[in-house]
Protein backbone atom coordinates (compact mmCIF):
# COMPACT_ATOMS: atom_id res chain seq x y z
CA UNK A 1 0.00 0.00 0.00
CA UNK A 2 1.04 3.30 -0.45
CA UNK A 3 0.19 6.86 0.64
CA UNK A 4 0.28 10.23 -0.78
CA UNK A 5 3.04 12.77 0.37
CA UNK A 6 0.93 14.79 2.74
CA UNK A 7 0.49 11.31 4.80
CA UNK A 8 4.39 10.51 4.44
CA UNK A 9 4.85 13.73 5.74
CA UNK A 10 2.45 13.39 8.38
CA UNK A 11 4.34 10.28 9.73
CA UNK A 12 7.44 12.13 9.02
CA UNK A 13 6.37 14.26 11.55
CA UNK A 14 5.51 11.97 14.46
CA UNK A 15 8.81 10.98 14.58
CA UNK A 16 10.45 14.10 14.71
CA UNK A 17 11.88 14.03 11.16
CA UNK A 18 11.62 17.85 9.97
CA UNK A 19 9.26 18.51 7.26
CA UNK A 20 7.77 21.97 6.12
CA UNK A 21 4.73 23.39 6.81
CA UNK A 22 2.06 22.36 4.44
CA UNK A 23 -1.96 21.89 4.42
CA UNK A 24 -3.71 20.14 1.64
CA UNK A 25 -6.60 21.19 -0.78
CA UNK A 26 -9.31 20.22 -2.93
CA UNK A 27 -10.50 23.44 -4.22
CA UNK A 28 -8.96 26.06 -5.59
CA UNK A 29 -10.48 28.46 -2.71
CA UNK A 30 -8.83 25.87 -0.20
CA UNK A 31 -5.94 26.26 -1.96
CA UNK A 32 -6.09 29.81 -1.52
CA UNK A 33 -6.94 30.08 1.86
CA UNK A 34 -4.01 27.68 3.11
CA UNK A 35 -1.84 29.64 1.71
CA UNK A 36 -3.09 32.48 3.36
CA UNK A 37 -3.10 30.30 6.69
CA UNK A 38 0.81 29.43 6.27
CA UNK A 39 2.27 33.13 6.17
CA UNK A 40 5.02 33.90 3.72
CA UNK A 41 5.56 34.86 0.36
CA UNK A 42 6.96 32.05 -0.81
CA UNK A 43 4.84 28.60 -1.28
CA UNK A 44 4.78 25.64 -3.29
CA UNK A 45 1.90 23.66 -5.16
CA UNK A 46 2.36 20.08 -5.10
CA UNK A 47 -0.07 17.47 -7.16
CA UNK A 48 -0.78 14.49 -5.00
CA UNK A 49 -1.17 11.41 -6.55
CA UNK A 50 0.71 7.86 -6.06
CA UNK A 51 3.58 8.71 -8.67
CA UNK A 52 7.03 10.12 -8.95
CA UNK A 53 8.28 12.60 -11.09
CA UNK A 54 5.56 15.12 -10.70
CA UNK A 55 7.67 18.06 -11.03
CA UNK A 56 8.85 17.24 -14.86
CA UNK A 57 5.06 16.14 -15.49
CA UNK A 58 4.11 19.85 -14.73
CA UNK A 59 2.64 19.28 -11.21
CA UNK A 60 4.81 20.76 -8.82
CA UNK A 61 4.85 25.04 -9.08
CA UNK A 62 6.38 27.68 -7.02
CA UNK A 63 4.09 30.32 -6.52
CA UNK A 64 5.47 33.76 -5.40
CA UNK A 65 2.29 35.27 -4.62
CA UNK A 66 -1.58 34.44 -3.30
CA UNK A 67 -2.52 35.08 -7.48
CA UNK A 68 0.19 32.76 -8.55
CA UNK A 69 -1.29 29.98 -5.69
CA UNK A 70 -4.76 30.47 -7.11
CA UNK A 71 -3.56 30.28 -10.85
CA UNK A 72 -1.21 26.94 -10.13
CA UNK A 73 -3.94 25.21 -8.16
CA UNK A 74 -6.84 25.49 -10.64
CA UNK A 75 -4.47 24.38 -13.36
CA UNK A 76 -3.32 21.27 -11.50
CA UNK A 77 -6.72 20.07 -9.91
CA UNK A 78 -8.45 18.36 -12.58
CA UNK A 79 -5.66 17.61 -14.53
CA UNK A 80 -4.72 14.57 -15.74
CA UNK A 81 -0.65 13.96 -14.63
CA UNK A 82 1.27 12.16 -16.51
CA UNK A 83 4.83 11.13 -15.48
CA UNK A 84 7.29 7.80 -15.95
CA UNK A 85 5.52 6.23 -13.03
CA UNK A 86 1.84 6.81 -14.18
CA UNK A 87 1.99 5.44 -17.39
CA UNK A 88 0.78 7.08 -20.86
CA UNK A 89 -2.80 7.18 -19.21
CA UNK A 90 -1.81 9.16 -16.51
CA UNK A 91 -3.59 10.30 -12.76
CA UNK A 92 -6.09 12.47 -12.04
CA UNK A 93 -4.76 15.21 -9.62
CA UNK A 94 -8.19 15.24 -7.06
CA UNK A 95 -5.64 17.28 -4.47
CA UNK A 96 -2.90 19.45 -4.24
CA UNK A 97 -0.38 20.17 -0.96
CA UNK A 98 0.21 23.64 -0.46
CA UNK A 99 3.51 24.33 1.71
CA UNK A 100 5.90 26.72 2.78
CA UNK A 101 8.99 27.93 1.09
CA UNK A 102 12.24 26.80 2.02
CA UNK A 103 15.78 28.13 2.22
CA UNK A 104 17.48 25.63 -0.06
CA UNK A 105 21.73 25.43 -0.49
CA UNK A 106 21.97 21.70 -1.94
CA UNK A 107 19.20 19.12 -2.54
CA UNK A 108 20.47 15.16 -1.67
CA UNK A 109 18.87 11.71 -2.14
CA UNK A 110 17.70 9.80 0.94
CA UNK A 111 16.45 6.29 0.92
CA UNK A 112 15.21 3.41 2.67
CA UNK A 113 14.39 -0.09 1.42
CA UNK A 114 14.55 -3.87 1.63
CA UNK A 115 17.39 -5.54 0.72
CA UNK A 116 15.85 -9.33 0.13
CA UNK A 117 19.81 -10.92 -1.06
CA UNK A 118 20.83 -9.17 2.59
CA UNK A 119 18.02 -9.59 4.05
CA UNK A 120 18.37 -6.37 5.94
CA UNK A 121 17.38 -2.83 5.60
CA UNK A 122 19.31 -0.80 3.67
CA UNK A 123 20.01 3.29 3.72
CA UNK A 124 20.18 4.40 0.90
CA UNK A 125 22.31 8.34 0.04
CA UNK A 126 23.25 10.61 -3.02
CA UNK A 127 24.39 13.75 -3.94
CA UNK A 128 22.29 13.47 -6.74
CA UNK A 129 18.83 14.67 -4.97
CA UNK A 130 16.17 15.78 -7.31
CA UNK A 131 16.83 13.52 -9.88
CA UNK A 132 15.62 9.78 -10.74
CA UNK A 133 17.21 7.24 -8.48
CA UNK A 134 17.08 4.84 -11.08
CA UNK A 135 18.41 6.91 -13.68
CA UNK A 136 21.71 7.88 -11.19
CA UNK A 137 21.64 4.03 -10.51
CA UNK A 138 22.14 3.54 -14.43
CA UNK A 139 24.76 6.42 -15.18
CA UNK A 140 26.43 6.86 -12.25
CA UNK A 141 26.60 4.30 -9.65
CA UNK A 142 29.14 5.51 -7.65
CA UNK A 143 27.34 8.09 -6.51
CA UNK A 144 24.77 6.25 -4.54
CA UNK A 145 26.08 5.09 -0.75
CA UNK A 146 24.49 2.25 0.68
CA UNK A 147 24.42 1.23 3.80
CA UNK A 148 23.47 -2.02 4.77
CA UNK A 149 21.80 -2.02 8.71
CA UNK A 150 21.17 -5.30 10.78
CA UNK A 151 17.88 -4.82 12.44
CA UNK A 152 19.54 -6.94 15.27
CA UNK A 153 21.16 -3.92 16.25
CA UNK A 154 19.37 -1.17 14.85
CA UNK A 155 20.50 1.99 13.67
CA UNK A 156 24.17 3.08 15.36
CA UNK A 157 26.43 5.98 15.24
CA UNK A 158 28.67 4.33 12.42
CA UNK A 159 25.78 3.72 9.82
CA UNK A 160 25.06 7.77 10.06
CA UNK A 161 28.65 8.30 9.79
CA UNK A 162 29.67 6.12 6.96
CA UNK A 163 26.37 7.94 4.57
CA UNK A 164 27.47 11.18 6.21
CA UNK A 165 31.48 10.88 5.09
CA UNK A 166 29.86 9.40 1.77
CA UNK A 167 28.52 12.32 1.17
CA UNK A 168 30.86 15.02 2.01
CA UNK A 169 29.20 16.78 4.50
CA UNK A 170 31.12 19.05 6.45
CA UNK A 171 31.77 17.28 10.21
CA UNK A 172 29.22 20.14 11.52
CA UNK A 173 26.41 18.67 9.83
CA UNK A 174 27.14 14.97 10.56
CA UNK A 175 25.87 15.34 13.67
CA UNK A 176 22.62 16.18 12.51
CA UNK A 177 22.22 13.90 9.36
CA UNK A 178 22.93 11.31 11.68
CA UNK A 179 19.97 12.30 14.06
CA UNK A 180 17.72 12.30 10.64
CA UNK A 181 19.11 9.16 9.54
CA UNK A 182 17.68 7.64 12.52
CA UNK A 183 14.53 9.17 12.76
CA UNK A 184 14.04 7.85 9.49
CA UNK A 185 14.93 4.61 10.25
CA UNK A 186 12.81 4.45 13.15
CA UNK A 187 9.78 5.12 10.97
CA UNK A 188 10.77 2.47 8.06
CA UNK A 189 10.82 -0.11 11.16
CA UNK A 190 8.01 0.58 13.29
CA UNK A 191 5.73 1.34 10.27
CA UNK A 192 6.27 -2.49 8.54
CA UNK A 193 7.00 0.26 5.54
CA UNK A 194 8.73 -1.47 2.14
CA UNK A 195 10.23 1.75 0.91
CA UNK A 196 10.89 5.47 2.02
CA UNK A 197 11.97 7.90 0.34
CA UNK A 198 12.74 11.37 -0.13
CA UNK A 199 14.21 13.17 -2.97
CA UNK A 200 14.94 15.52 -2.75
CA UNK A 201 16.54 16.00 0.83
CA UNK A 202 16.84 19.55 1.64
CA UNK A 203 19.93 20.81 3.32
CA UNK A 204 19.17 24.79 4.16
CA UNK A 205 21.54 27.56 4.62
CA UNK A 206 21.75 27.18 8.02
CA UNK A 207 23.10 23.44 8.01
CA UNK A 208 19.62 21.67 8.59
CA UNK A 209 17.88 18.97 7.01
CA UNK A 210 14.13 18.82 5.91
CA UNK A 211 12.16 16.30 3.60
CA UNK A 212 11.00 18.59 1.10
CA UNK A 213 9.05 15.31 -0.41
CA UNK A 214 7.97 12.10 0.43
CA UNK A 215 7.27 8.66 -0.53
CA UNK A 216 6.33 5.77 1.29
CA UNK A 217 4.84 2.40 0.28
CA UNK A 218 4.19 -0.64 3.50
CA UNK A 219 3.56 -4.13 3.54
CA UNK A 220 0.15 -4.90 2.87
CA UNK A 221 0.22 -7.71 4.84
CA UNK A 222 1.11 -5.89 7.97
CA UNK A 223 -1.50 -3.38 7.64
CA UNK A 224 -3.28 -5.13 10.24
CA UNK A 225 -1.01 -3.91 12.94
CA UNK A 226 -1.55 -0.81 11.58
CA UNK A 227 -5.12 0.76 11.47
CA UNK A 228 -4.28 4.21 11.46
CA UNK A 229 -1.82 3.84 8.00
CA UNK A 230 -4.59 1.45 6.65
CA UNK A 231 -7.01 4.56 6.93
CA UNK A 232 -5.03 6.54 5.08
CA UNK A 233 -5.76 4.14 1.75
CA UNK A 234 -6.90 5.99 -1.04
CA UNK A 235 -8.59 3.56 -3.59
CA UNK A 236 -8.90 5.73 -6.35
CA UNK A 237 -4.68 5.85 -6.62
CA UNK A 238 -5.12 1.84 -6.80
CA UNK A 239 -6.11 -0.45 -9.97
CA UNK A 240 -9.56 -1.09 -9.91
CA UNK A 241 -9.08 -4.57 -11.34
CA UNK A 242 -6.03 -5.24 -8.77
CA UNK A 243 -8.41 -3.78 -6.08
CA UNK A 244 -10.97 -6.53 -7.15
CA UNK A 245 -8.70 -9.15 -7.90
CA UNK A 246 -7.37 -8.51 -4.06
CA UNK A 247 -11.66 -9.09 -2.23
CA UNK A 248 -11.30 -12.52 -3.90
CA UNK A 249 -7.72 -13.26 -2.56
CA UNK A 250 -6.05 -12.97 -6.28
CA UNK A 251 -2.87 -11.44 -6.69
CA UNK A 252 -2.84 -9.17 -9.74
CA UNK A 253 -0.67 -6.93 -11.45
CA UNK A 254 -1.64 -5.76 -14.99
CA UNK A 255 1.07 -5.49 -17.48
CA UNK A 256 1.19 -4.81 -21.44
CA UNK A 257 1.61 -8.12 -23.22
CA UNK A 258 -0.83 -10.25 -24.85
CA UNK A 259 -0.67 -13.58 -22.83
CA UNK A 260 -2.93 -14.03 -19.67
CA UNK A 261 -1.08 -15.91 -17.13
CA UNK A 262 -2.70 -17.51 -14.20
CA UNK A 263 -0.55 -19.51 -11.66
CA UNK A 264 -0.62 -20.51 -8.17
CA UNK A 265 2.42 -19.32 -6.16
CA UNK A 266 4.50 -16.51 -7.02
CA UNK A 267 7.76 -18.18 -7.77
CA UNK A 268 6.00 -20.17 -10.25
CA UNK A 269 4.08 -17.62 -11.75
CA UNK A 270 7.53 -15.21 -11.96
CA UNK A 271 9.13 -18.28 -13.85
CA UNK A 272 6.18 -18.56 -15.77
CA UNK A 273 6.48 -14.84 -17.31
CA UNK A 274 10.16 -15.56 -17.73
CA UNK A 275 9.88 -18.62 -20.14
CA UNK A 276 6.59 -16.75 -21.91
CA UNK A 277 9.17 -14.40 -22.61
CA UNK A 278 11.88 -16.59 -23.59
CA UNK A 279 9.36 -18.71 -26.10
CA UNK A 280 8.66 -14.96 -27.81
CA UNK A 281 5.78 -13.95 -25.91
CA UNK A 282 5.18 -11.49 -23.65
CA UNK A 283 2.81 -11.74 -20.69
CA UNK A 284 -0.28 -9.72 -20.18
CA UNK A 285 -0.32 -9.95 -16.46
CA UNK A 286 1.04 -11.57 -13.18
CA UNK A 287 -1.85 -13.43 -11.61
CA UNK A 288 -1.45 -15.88 -8.32
CA UNK A 289 -4.53 -17.71 -7.76
CA UNK A 290 -2.73 -18.44 -4.00
CA UNK A 291 -2.98 -21.81 -2.29
CA UNK A 292 -6.64 -21.76 -1.54
CA UNK A 293 -8.48 -21.44 -5.65
CA UNK A 294 -11.95 -22.51 -5.95
CA UNK A 295 -14.11 -22.80 -8.62
CA UNK A 296 -15.41 -19.01 -7.97
CA UNK A 297 -12.09 -17.84 -7.65
CA UNK A 298 -10.55 -18.68 -10.67
CA UNK A 299 -13.83 -18.10 -12.55
CA UNK A 300 -12.91 -14.50 -11.44
CA UNK A 301 -9.49 -14.49 -12.38
CA UNK A 302 -10.51 -15.22 -16.00
CA UNK A 303 -12.92 -12.44 -16.13
CA UNK A 304 -10.32 -9.74 -14.74
CA UNK A 305 -7.79 -11.44 -17.69
CA UNK A 306 -10.32 -11.27 -20.11
CA UNK A 307 -10.66 -7.45 -19.17
CA UNK A 308 -7.47 -6.72 -20.63
CA UNK A 309 -8.46 -6.35 -24.72
CA UNK A 310 -5.08 -6.60 -25.71
CA UNK A 311 -5.15 -10.81 -24.71
CA UNK A 312 -4.99 -13.03 -27.26
CA UNK A 313 -4.35 -16.21 -25.26
CA UNK A 314 -4.45 -17.44 -21.52
CA UNK A 315 -1.75 -19.82 -20.16
CA UNK A 316 -3.23 -21.74 -16.80
CA UNK A 317 0.07 -23.42 -15.43
CA UNK A 318 -1.10 -25.03 -11.86
CA UNK A 319 1.02 -27.35 -9.80
CA UNK A 320 -1.03 -29.02 -7.49
CA UNK A 321 0.02 -28.61 -3.69
CA UNK A 322 -2.37 -27.55 -1.38
CA UNK A 323 -4.57 -26.73 -4.48
CA UNK A 324 -5.77 -29.85 -6.06
CA UNK A 325 -5.62 -29.90 -10.09
CA UNK A 326 -8.99 -31.01 -10.40
CA UNK A 327 -10.28 -27.68 -8.55
CA UNK A 328 -8.47 -25.71 -10.88
CA UNK A 329 -9.82 -28.03 -13.53
CA UNK A 330 -13.58 -27.37 -12.50
CA UNK A 331 -12.62 -23.21 -12.27
CA UNK A 332 -12.06 -23.15 -15.90
CA UNK A 333 -15.12 -25.01 -16.54
CA UNK A 334 -17.25 -22.11 -14.45
CA UNK A 335 -15.46 -19.70 -16.06
CA UNK A 336 -16.78 -20.51 -19.58
CA UNK A 337 -20.15 -20.67 -18.29
CA UNK A 338 -20.03 -17.37 -16.64
CA UNK A 339 -17.81 -15.51 -18.56
CA UNK A 340 -16.82 -15.16 -22.14
CA UNK A 341 -13.62 -16.81 -22.92
CA UNK A 342 -13.04 -16.28 -26.41
CA UNK A 343 -9.41 -16.42 -26.57
CA UNK A 344 -7.29 -19.64 -26.91
CA UNK A 345 -6.52 -21.39 -23.11
CA UNK A 346 -3.62 -23.73 -22.89
CA UNK A 347 -3.56 -25.38 -19.38
CA UNK A 348 -0.74 -27.20 -17.77
CA UNK A 349 -2.17 -28.89 -14.44
CA UNK A 350 0.46 -31.12 -12.44
CA UNK A 351 0.31 -32.30 -8.99
CA UNK A 352 -2.34 -33.23 -6.77
CA UNK A 353 -5.43 -34.90 -8.91
CA UNK A 354 -3.65 -34.13 -11.89
CA UNK A 355 -5.24 -37.56 -13.48
CA UNK A 356 -8.77 -36.36 -12.44
CA UNK A 357 -7.76 -33.08 -13.81
CA UNK A 358 -7.27 -33.83 -16.96
CA UNK A 359 -10.30 -36.45 -17.50
CA UNK A 360 -12.57 -33.29 -16.63
CA UNK A 361 -11.40 -31.10 -19.38
CA UNK A 362 -10.87 -34.10 -22.05
CA UNK A 363 -14.53 -34.70 -21.20
CA UNK A 364 -15.89 -31.23 -21.53
CA UNK A 365 -15.41 -31.12 -25.12
CA UNK A 366 -14.30 -27.39 -24.87
CA UNK A 367 -12.68 -26.58 -28.20
CA UNK A 368 -10.80 -23.62 -27.24
CA UNK A 369 -9.16 -25.56 -24.28
CA UNK A 370 -5.50 -26.43 -25.21
CA UNK A 371 -3.73 -29.15 -22.66
CA UNK A 372 0.42 -28.91 -22.26
CA UNK A 373 2.45 -31.84 -20.78
CA UNK A 374 4.68 -29.42 -18.74
CA UNK A 375 6.08 -25.71 -18.49
CA UNK A 376 8.00 -25.21 -21.50
CA UNK A 377 5.04 -26.87 -23.76
CA UNK A 378 2.65 -24.98 -21.91
CA UNK A 379 4.30 -21.31 -22.87
CA UNK A 380 5.27 -22.35 -26.92
CA UNK A 381 1.68 -23.63 -27.02
CA UNK A 382 0.70 -19.82 -25.34
CA UNK A 383 2.86 -18.28 -27.74
CA UNK A 384 1.73 -20.35 -30.72
CA UNK A 385 -1.77 -19.63 -29.80
CA UNK A 386 -1.67 -15.91 -28.98
CA UNK A 387 -0.41 -15.49 -32.95
CA UNK A 388 -3.33 -17.38 -34.14
CA UNK A 389 -1.16 -20.47 -35.39
CA UNK A 390 -2.04 -23.24 -33.08
Known sequence: MNVHEYQAKEIFSKYNVPVPRGLLATTVEEAVENAKKLGGNIWVVKAQIHAGGRGLGGGVKVAKSIEEVQKYASEILG????????????????????EEGVDIADELYLGVVLDRAKEMPVIMA?????ME????AEESPEKIIKVAVDPTIGFQGFHGRELAFGLGLPKEQVGKFIKFASALYRVYMENDAELIEINPLVKTGSGDFIALD????????ALGRHPEIEAMRDLSEEDSDEREASEYGLSYVALDGEIGCMVNGAGLAMGTMDTINYMGGTPANFLDVGGKANAQTVAKGFEI?????NVKAIFVNIFGGIVRCDRIANGILEATKLVDVHVPVVVRLDGTNAKEAAEILQNAGIKNIITAS???DGAKKAVLAAKGEL
Open 374 to 376: DLG
Open 214 to 221: GKMGFDDS
Open 305 to 309: ILKNK
Open 79 to 98: MTLVTHQTGPEGKLVQKVYI
Open 133 to 136: IEKV
Open 126 to 130: STEGG
